[in-house]
């Protein structure tokens, strides 16, 4: 079973960037797909995007495509979340999350959860 802690949160102005990271424990996340999720206060838990084992496939929600990069580095056991050109939107608690194969973009597909990080972008 694998543990994840995201980190990286903070207070970022409108139009800035952050550099989230969520690290491994356990076992090595090569062995997962990774997934990043966000939820804002009251709404439900919205998927952001998602990279396969390799990280070769990466793909994202439309409303940060183009903004969001996410990478991994397997030697590193560590994941990624690029997030430039931040809106107030964006604000909300990032979670990363681990599978064993890509596919549903649900929430209720990854077993594996960090317990998040918070994001406010203010404008």
């Known amino acids: 079973q694998v543990q994840l802690v995201e980190s990286g949160g903070g207070l970022v102005q409108a139009g800035g960037s952050r550099r989230l990271s969520c690290a491994g424990s356990g076992r090595t996340l090569s062995s997962y797909a990774m997934g990043w999720f966000r939820q804002a206060p009251g709404k439900e838990r919205e998927f952001v995007g998602a990279i396969t084992k390799s990280g070769i496939t990466k793909y994202y929600s439309d409303s940060v495509k183009g903004r969001f990069t996410i990478s991994r580095d397997n030697a590193k056991n560590t994941v990624y979340l690029q997030m430039n050109s931040l809106k107030p939107e964006d604000t909300a608690v990032y979670y990363c999350?681990?599978?064993?194969?890509?596919?549903?973009?649900?929430?209720?597909?990854?077993?594996?959860w960090g317990q998040g990080t918070q994001v406010t972008v203010s404008s």
């Open positions: 999350a681990a599978k064993a194969l890509l596919g549903s973009d649900y929430a209720h597909t990854y077993p594996y």
